[in-house]
């Protein structure tokens, strides 16, 4: 299985200021996901970030608010901008490299609290 | 986004018994499903998956059902240990859309 890496694993910014979460991957893989956990729920997928084109956003989550970038097949960014209390959550990156292209593989989360 | 849980059941159980977690899942043309678990601090982790062809498929010390008339899920655990308690969710692959979507999650609490 892949080895994610974020960074950072955990932050406190001011709001209205904006941070840049990193995600490494060991290997080459084709489809990168986003997904953000606010405390005590489930995760909701924010966007699939594919080398070489713009990420595709779900219902609720737009570029301006949540700019992505893929430079490459094994690392993306995901920036939440002009930040409020409500953004406080994890967001953690994974990727697909199982036998189905349903099977993901997650990093440990990037924990944001926006004061 | 989709499918984000509003609270998260626990289910308490004694160590040793077995443990039973259920999922309801939201789309009937879903082909395949997945168990994770989630341990505090952590990212997900992959514990068992299912295609839609298939009604029971069974791991080390974890049995998943499927049926797919009532996009019902459960997660069996057999002699449930302290390092089991976590948070479990299902999730659905909407394969039309390449995409997984989790269910609302349950903290397993195990007491010795």
């Known amino acids: 299985s892949a080895v994610i890496s974020q960074k950072p694993s955990r932050d406190i910014c001011q709001r209205g200021t904006s941070l840049t979460i990193q995600c490494q991957v060991d290997s080459q893989v084709t489809m990168m996901f986003w997904y953000r956990q606010q405390p005590g729920q489930s995760l909701t997928l924010i966007a699939t970030a594919n080398q070489g084109s713009e990420a595709t956003y779900e219902s609720g989550f737009v570029i301006d608010k949540f700019p992505i970038s893929r430079p490459n097949l094994t690392f993306s960014t995901l920036t939440v901008s002009n930040m409020s209390p409500e953004d406080s959550s994890i967001y953690l990156c994974s990727v697909t490299q199982g036998a189905h292209p349903g099977e993901l593989f997650f990093g440990e989360g990037s924990r944001l609290t926006v004061l | 986004g989709e499918s984000v849980g509003l609270h998260l059941p626990t289910l308490s159980v004694q160590e040793g018994d077995n443990s039973i977690i259920n999922c309801a899942y939201s789309?009937?043309?879903?082909?395949?499903f997945i168990w994770y678990k989630q341990e505090s601090g952590k990212g997900p982790q992959f514990i068992i998956d299912i295609r839609s062809n298939m009604d029971k498929r069974q791991g080390q010390r974890v049995t998943v059902l499927l049926n797919k008339t009532v996009k019902h899920l459960s997660l069996q655990i057999a002699a449930t240990q302290p390092g089991d308690s976590a948070v479990y969710f299902c999730?659905?692959?909407?394969?039309?859309?390449?995409?997984?979507?989790f269910g609302a999650g349950t903290r397993l609490a195990v007491h010795p």
């Open positions: 789309n009937s043309a879903s082909d395949y």
């Open positions: 999730a659905e692959f909407l394969g039309g859309y390449n995409k997984l979507i």
